[in-house]
């Protein structure tokens, strides 16, 4: 970041008017700003915080006054300076306003980095969903062009850190009930996600996993995401039609699929059509004693 003590200060002194509470506020526990590292100046983090509200301020005026140009411009200068909220909220402005859906992503994807770069014991778990959230729509309306794949996965690469972290059981312990349900709200969106994006690029067994999960994750009180727990319930279903209508039976060594992700598993004999084996090695053993007729 690189926002020395000294240039910090000059900012504010450029702001002409003396510091006074923000709508923003930025609370002990939670936070939307990456930190100053390598100093133990708290002055420092202190001193970009108070710059930082000033242009979110400034920036949320701007926005209101219909004047996006100017907003646009100081949440770049705040994403900059690593706000969350400035690069949440390009994001949204990019969704909402210029429904240009790729820029908007890209800017999630930086709040997503952003989040990252701070310890996840500090996270803010609203901005966490209000990130996914927007990712849900956005990922919906994306993966309807292949094109869009490779950054799309992109973000799913991020997603997965995030949500690795969301599992996290000391985060589960701090948390209170209410936080607790959005944080599983959030992983709710994030599964949901990756489901979408894999069976997009066709790999439906870490769809259905996807899937699973959300469903796993269970209903949570928040309205968008428990939709999507139906949502993948249906996908789940029609993926299921499609799964290999065989004995679930390994033909050659008698193992049993248990389940819809070991059924998916099993290699299905091309030449019987109606049985599979449960992995190469049975499959190889079972087309030179049946199909060639030779001893193995
Ligand atoms: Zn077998
Ligand atoms: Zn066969």
Redesign the pocket.
């Given at each position: 970041m690189g926002s020395g003590f000294s240039q910090c200060c000059q900012y504010v002194h450029l702001l002409k008017k003396p510091y006074r509470p923000s709508i923003i506020s930025i609370s002990q526990d939670t936070t939307s700003l990456i930190p100053d590292f390598n100093s133990n100046d708290d002055n420092i983090n202190l001193c970009t915080s108070i710059f930082i509200s000033h242009l979110l301020e400034e920036a949320e005026n701007k926005l209101n006054s219909l004047d996006y140009d100017s907003s646009i411009n100081i949440l770049l200068r705040a994403t900059q300076l690593g706000s969350v909220y400035a690069a949440i909220k390009l994001g949204s402005i990019y969704l909402n306003i210029f429904s240009d859906y790729n820029t908007s992503s890209a800017y999630y994807f930086i709040a997503l980095k952003f989040i990252l770069m701070i310890h996840h014991s500090s996270w803010d778990i609203d901005l966490i969903l209000e990130i996914v959230c927007s990712l849900t729509k956005l990922y919906n309306i994306l993966l309807s062009d292949p094109n869009n794949l490779d950054i799309l996965n992109h973000g799913i690469k991020l997603m997965i850190k995030i949500d690795k972290n969301l599992q996290d059981p000391y985060i589960i312990r701090i948390f209170s009930y209410k936080q607790n349900q959005i944080r599983r709200a959030s992983r709710i969106h994030i599964n949901y996600c990756i489901a979408k994006t894999a069976e997009s690029r066709g790999d439906l067994l870490e769809a259905l996993k996807g899937f699973e999960e959300c469903e796993l994750i269970g209903l949570c009180g928040i309205k968008n995401a428990d939709e999507l727990i139906k949502k993948s319930y249906s996908h789940m279903q029609r993926l299921d039609s499609t799964r290999p209508k065989v004995n679930p039976i390994c033909?050659q060594c008698n193992y049993e699929a248990r389940d819809l992700l070991d059924i998916w598993n099993l290699l299905v004999?091309t030449?019987?059509k109606n049985?599979a084996c449960c992995g190469r090695e049975c499959l190889d053993k079972?087309?030179i004693t049946?199909?060639l007729g030779r001893p193995y």
């Open positions: 033909v004999c030449k019987c049985v079972h087309m049946t199909h």
